[in-house]
């Protein structure tokens, strides 16, 4: 149980830090244009992983 709990963190952590990736200029513009090996993404598709970074993304409480 507390491996099954592990690999679920690992994936969650690895999936927050791909879409923080994604907020990086170069790498937008990598996916957004047909340079390199990077499949290409419409500014919509990029807005899109945006928000779903803003729901699983964790915040930080300013007050503490």
């Known amino acids: 149980r507390?491996?099954?709990e592990r690999k679920r963190l690992?994936?969650?952590l690895e999936?927050?830090?791909?879409l923080e990736q994604?907020?990086?200029?170069?790498?937008?513009?990598?996916?957004?244009q047909?340079?390199?090996?990077?499949p290409v993404l419409t500014e919509s598709e990029l807005t899109g992983?945006?928000?779903f970074?803003?729901?699983?993304?964790?915040?930080?409480?300013s007050s503490v």
């Open 15 to 18: 999936v927050q830090y791909l």
């Open 53 to 61: 970074y803003k729901l699983i993304g964790p915040e930080r409480d």
């Open 22 to 32: 994604l907020g990086e200029e170069s790498v937008r513009q990598d996916l957004t």
């Open 2 to 4: 507390e491996e099954v």
């Open 34 to 38: 047909s340079t390199g090996d990077a």
């Open 49 to 51: 992983l945006d928000e």
């Open 10 to 12: 690992k994936a969650v």
